[in-house]
């Protein structure tokens, strides 16, 4: 099993940053990727950034430039710092681990920590 705590979440306003932080802990090794997703009230989960073993990374279209992910190995930890907040950035913001399985079609088993709120509001 795999657990995974978030924290860093909160208030801030228009322009402002904010880091998470996600550690994970339990059954962890092999090849995987860390990310963090993202869902807003009436709206689905979407993912925000991720980052493999090997650090390459990937953000969505709308947080590239302002968004960071980052992860610490040895800390079995993923960041995601988060600058130049937009109001449309506010949602519960929640941390992925994925172990990908080698089939045909392709699948994953996921791990999801609990959420973070993440409020940009003046």
């Known amino acids: 099993q795999v657990q995974l705590v978030e924290s860093g979440g909160g208030l801030v306003q228009p322009g402002g940053s904010l880091r998470l932080s996600c550690v994970a802990s339990?059954?962890?090794?092999?090849?995987?990727?860390m990310g963090w997703y993202r869902q807003a009230p009436g709206k689905q989960r979407e993912p925000v950034a991720i980052?493999?073993?090997?650090?390459?990374?990937n953000c969505a279209d709308s947080v590239k430039g302002r968004f960071t992910i980052s992860r610490d190995n040895a800390k079995n930890t993923v960041y995601l710092q988060m600058n130049s907040l937009k109001p449309e950035d506010s949602a519960v913001y929640y941390c992925?681990?994925?172990?990908?399985?080698?089939?045909?079609?392709?699948?994953?088993?996921?791990?999801w920590g609990q959420g973070t709120q993440v409020t940009v509001s003046s």
């Open positions: 980052i493999t073993n090997d650090d390459s990374t």
């Open positions: 339990g059954s962890i090794s092999g090849v995987y990727s």
């Open positions: 992925n681990l994925k172990f990908p399985i080698l089939s045909i079609p392709p699948r994953s088993i996921d791990y």
